[in-house]
């Protein structure tokens, strides 16, 4: 070979590895840091990963927060009013935090079904809603009406 082409063809080599380096450092980094999106049916359901990081939300459900008074732990459950799924946080609570308000809790599923949150987002007014929530609890609804036997619409 050609003093100059193995040259050339050390280089195209060492571009290539350095090229599959990144683009796998990157996959990783990308994998780490996704934070994917689960309703409490999902969660309630088994559909959730356990010990991965994702994001849960849904509605603050009535008469279901306490409130440790020796420490900042706060237990409540969040409902998307088909399933509901208790959550655990430590921490300062958003001020805007309120039952039957909406919330978007992330943080880790564990082993007994208990999602415990390090972080806790409420919503900013009373007009909006997160997408995701939003979603999720249309999706619920139309589930709870099929199971109920109501319908939208009158078909002759």
């Known amino acids: 070979m050609h003093p100059i082409r193995k040259k ?11 090229l599959g380096i990144a ?20 969660i309630s359901t088994g559909k959730a990963p356990v010990d991965v990081r994702i994001r849960a939300g849904g509605m603050v459900e009535e008469g279901s927060v306490v409130r440790d008074p020796d420490s900042l ?3 409540f459950r969040v409902t998307d009013f088909n399933a509901s799924v208790p959550v655990e946080y430590t921490g300062i609570l958003p ?13 880790r599923l564990n082993s007994n079904g208990r999602f415990v ?3 806790v987002l409420a919503k900013h007014d009373e007009n909006y809603m997160p997408p995701e929530v939003a979603d999720a ?11 109920s036997g109501s319908a939208d619409t009158v078909t002759y």
Do not use: C, H, W
């Open 95 to 107: 001020d805007l935090f309120a039952e039957g308000q909406g919330v978007v809790a992330m943080g």
């Open 117 to 119: 949150a390090d972080e």
């Open 23 to 42: 683009v796998a450092l990157t996959t990783y980094a990308l994998r780490q840091n996704i934070n994917l999106f689960y309703d409490p049916t999902q």
């Open 137 to 147: 609890l249309k999706k619920a609804s139309k589930v709870s009406d099929k199971a």
């Open 8 to 18: 050339r063809l050390t280089i195209v080599l060492f571009l290539l590895v350095g």
């Open 73 to 75: 732990k706060v237990q």
